[in-house]
């Protein structure tokens, strides 16, 4: 999750207009738009704008339906995302189409948005905000989203034997971290 559309930053906005704040929901409405735009368009390949938009259209009166339902304790996300995918699986039964594989569909959900994985996300997040930035990078960039320890050396501006090091050590600060080691 990036930084101004984090699970934090969409909850306290959805907790906002839960409150009464008019300006906070058409702000947690223009980000949800964004994330679901793309969500969409992810997802159903070589679908129309104009099919696209529908669904998002339809996603955000939905949740502006049940936003009194929303548990404040729960993560935002999560529950957002489930109305997102139930809405995507109605538009494709509706036409009486089966996508890709609903299968699919679910296990990405479940694997992407899930209470589990947005809390571990929120954790992971907050771990790597005590890191200096360099070592937060190489983190994010190499066991995070992938790379190869070359590319996020080059990203960062090192060797890659520093980058490989760095990384071994932060891994072991973090690790005694969690084990509450001081």
């Known amino acids: 999750m990036t930084g101004s559309l984090s699970e934090d930053t969409l909850k306290t906005l959805m907790l906002r207009s839960l409150d009464g704040d008019e300006g906070a929901y058409r702000h947690l409405l223009h980000a949800l738009r964004r994330l679901l735009t793309a969500y969409y368009g992810r997802r159903m390949g070589a679908a129309s704008r104009a099919e696209v938009e529908d669904l ?10 049940k936003r009194a339902t929303y548990d404040r304790s729960r993560p935002f996300t ?5 109305i997102a995918r139930y809405k995507l699986i109605d538009h494709y039964r509706g036409r009486g189409a089966r996508m890709r594989g609903e299968v699919e569909l679910d296990e990405t959900l479940e694997a992407d948005w899930s209470v589990d ?19 937060r990078e190489l983190i994010r960039s190499v066991k995070l989203e992938g790379q190869s320890i070359a590319e996020a050396a080059k990203k960062t501006g090192q060797t890659e034997l520093a980058a490989r090091v760095g990384i071994h050590r932060t891994l072991k600060t973090l690790a005694a971290k969690l084990r509450g080691d001081t």
Request: no cysteine; glycine share 0%; hydrophobic share 50%.
């Open 78 to 82: 999560a529950w957002f995302f489930s």
């Open 117 to 135: 994985a947005v809390t571990a996300r929120m954790d992971i997040e907050r771990l790597l905000e005590d890191l200096p930035e360099r070592q």
């Open 56 to 65: 998002v259209q339809e996603t955000l009166l939905s949740l502006h339906a």
